[in-house]
């Protein structure tokens, strides 16, 4: 598992923690507000999860593509002229 893969397991986890420190602070009579939480706990943490995997295939470099049947190119160029300063005119 690649360091981004875990990055984006435990900001998945963080969340689910945040969410289950407010699950706990709520009552117990308060029994749908609790329920709310705990459902955008699972969904919250599902999306950052999905989103973040999908954002990781997106930033993978990508290959060079390679030359088709081992061609090798070649770039010349004429060598450079170089003027000789004794013949220039004054």
Request: hydrophobic content about 45%; glycine content about 12%.
């Amino acid at each position: 598992m690649s360091s981004g893969h875990l990055l984006v397991l435990g900001g998945s986890i963080m969340w689910m923690l945040l969410c289950m420190r407010f699950w706990y602070a709520i009552d117990r009579e308060h029994t749908w507000q609790r329920r709310f939480i705990a459902i955008g706990a699972g969904v919250g943490g599902g999306l950052i999860y999905l989103i973040g995997t999908m954002m990781l295939e997106m930033l993978k470099e990508i290959a060079p593509p390679e030359s088709p049947g081992g061609v090798e190119i070649r770039v010349s160029a004429p060598p450079p002229q170089v003027e000789d300063p004794k013949k220039t005119k004054p």
